[in-house]
């Protein structure tokens, strides 16, 4: 087996955790890339919703080149380091009625539950986890709405409250470091149905001070073209992401060009609204242009009610 230093080091490549039904590196992404697409800069009319995420993501690691790692198991043979996961965050929303600066005050809180396989060669192959991840706090959202568009912006918080294995990462659902997230969404729709979507974030990470990793902050953005029509929406949609500063351990930079991850993701969306105002979306978002991540597919379901 790998000493713990020395496999921190390969794994620097895309040292990954599961949270928020997303899948991250040590560093990781504590927000769930592609969850908001459809009118994601809308804010909805006062009261309490709940959605559900619900969904599968399935991927190989790569390196800074966007090749797959292949590291040696306990028999000394080389093989790709996977995870697949089933996940299922719940959130829950407040819009409370209250207006401050103009702009609709709003409240959020989410919770994931993730059922994760993650086959990592070195520690003698896969194991299963299955509990819940990070949760994610935002006390201030803020809805500005005008005929044609929709403006918001907050702030998230991520708490560290996923379990995390300093010595086995296959058991981690969690990052053990506290992140800030700036938001801020941008929906346009035009009187004959066409949309354009967007929702622009910057995660700030503090360091995991158990493994004295400092991982390096993201920009990332969720997006979709669609057209909306009685009821239904289409659309193509998915994420970005590109980091934009060193993962560090010990205070120096780690692996190639400091660890520093990029994904490109895109696929289909769907949604329908019934009668009773429930939402129902689905989405299949293939990843692509892969550097220091894992590459696969995440398919999910999402389910919007209001109380």
């Keep these: 087996m790998l000493k713990r230093t020395t496999l921190a080091a390969a794994l620097a490549l895309g040292f990954a955790t599961l949270s928020t039904g997303a899948l991250a590196k040590e560093g990781g992404d504590q927000y769930p890339n592609g969850a908001e697409t459809f009118m994601s800069g ?42 697949s996961a089933w996940f299922d965050a719940l959130r829950l929303v407040h819009v409370t009625g209250i207006k401050l600066l103009g702009a ?6 989410i919770l994931p539950i993730v059922h994760q396989n993650f086959d990592l060669p070195p520690l003698g192959g896969s194991k299963t986890t299955t509990g819940i991840g990070d949760l994610t706090l935002n006390p ?52 004959n149905g066409f949309e354009a979507s ?23 953005a969720d997006y979709l073209l ?16 590109k980091q934009t500063t060193d993962d560090t351990l010990n205070g120096r930079s780690v692996g190639l060009n400091g660890n520093k991850g990029q994904v490109l993701a895109f696929g289909p969306h769907v949604q329908y609204m019934g009668k009773n105002g429930d939402q129902f979306i689905f989405q299949w978002q293939h990843e692509t242009a892969v550097k220091n991540r894992f590459e696969g597919d995440k398919v999910w379901f999402k389910y919007i009610h209001r109380f």
Excluded: C
Excluded at 169 to 174: E, F, N
């Design 42 to 83: 809308a804010i909805p009319p006062a009261g309490t919703y709940f959605i559900n995420y619900a969904g599968y993501y399935s991927g190989t690691l790569k390196d800074n080149s966007g090749n797959t790692v292949r590291l040696p198991n306990t028999k000394g043979n080389l093989q790709d380091v996977k995870v």
């Design 104 to 109: 609709d005050w709003t409240v959020h809180a």
């Design 140 to 191: 201030i959202i803020l809805g500005w709405h005008f005929p044609n568009l929709h403006v918001t912006a907050g702030l998230d918080i991520n708490l560290p409250t996923g379990n995390w294995d300093r010595t086995d990462p296959r058991k981690s659902l969690g990052a053990n470091y506290y992140s800030f997230e700036p938001i801020l969404a941008v929906s346009y729709l035009a009187d």
């Design 198 to 220: 967007t929702k622009l974030m910057y995660n700030i990470k503090t360091k995991n001070t158990d493994s004295n990793y400092q991982s390096g902050d993201e920009f990332h």
């Design 226 to 241: 669609g057209y909306r029509n009685n009821g239904w929406a289409y659309g193509l949609g998915g994420y970005f992401l």
